[in-house]
């Protein structure tokens, strides 16, 4: 029972455009949620949060919108840049826990 | 350097070979859990420790145990490996808690044959 879901498991987008990643979940009790960016054959490093009392966080050229009547967070970075080919995981905390529930993850791939 | 470290980052074991990977971190962050990373399943957490001698189950503990002597060091042991252990595996750290920045390690992929 996937509580995270990153439904997109991979996305290409060019250089200087924007790129949307998505991801939905189920549990109303998550309470915080995150960004997680990884490069291969390294561990995940922070890009950004947002509380559950927010509906936007901003920073840079990194934006996370929260939809709680939806259910649905997304990560934009505008504008794209080689660097920023990675896979991306969404991840969330149940409130009172002290645990992260993560997505799959998309593989992002920005072209030239 | 601030940093989360993990040891070994390869290993090949066989069925039933008591295994240790070791995890330390030099931030003096009070949470340290381990997660393993599975294709088309992202990370799922193992174990967590909030601090010293507080130990806790994640969603997948199962075959696996920790341990926190030290604030430093968090052990992940795999008294019995078995094939489906075969993953890979993170270590992180944050200063109080899951909900704070998240410090990851390089990570660990074990192959259980």
């Known amino acids: 029972d996937q509580q995270v879901k990153q439904n997109s498991p991979s996305l290409s987008v060019q250089e200087g455009r924007i790129s949307i990643l998505n991801c939905d979940y189920t549990?109303?009790?998550?309470?915080?949620f995150l960004w997680y960016k990884k490069y291969p054959a390294e561990g995940p490093t922070f890009l950004i949060s947002i509380s559950s009392i927010k509906d936007k966080n901003e920073d840079g050229r990194f934006t996370v919108f929260l939809n709680k009547s939806a259910k649905h967070l997304s990560l934009h970075i505008v504008p794209s840049q080689p660097g920023d080919s990675a896979v991306y995981f969404c991840?969330?905390?149940?409130?009172?826990?002290?645990?992260?529930?993560f997505g799959q993850g998309t593989r992002l791939t920005i072209n030239p | 350097e601030a940093q989360v470290t993990q040891n070994p980052r390869y290993l090949i074991t066989v069925t039933g070979k008591k295994l240790t990977v070791t995890c330390s971190q030099n931030?003096?962050?009070?949470?340290m859990s381990w997660y393993r990373q599975d294709p088309g399943l992202g990370l799922r957490q193992i174990y967590y420790s909030m601090n010293v001698e507080v130990t806790d189950k994640g969603d997948v503990p199962e075959g696996y145990k920790v341990s926190r002597k030290e604030k430093r060091n968090f052990p992940l042991i795999l008294e019995s490996p078995s094939p489906n252990q075969t993953s890979l595996y993170f270590c992180a750290s944050s200063l109080v808690g899951p909900g704070e920045k998240l410090f990851f390690g390089s990570g660990t992929q074990l192959s259980v044959l």
């Open positions: 991840a969330t905390r149940v409130q009172g826990a002290q645990k992260l529930v």
């Open positions: 549990n109303s009790m998550f309470d915080y």
């Open positions: 931030m003096n962050h009070e949470y």
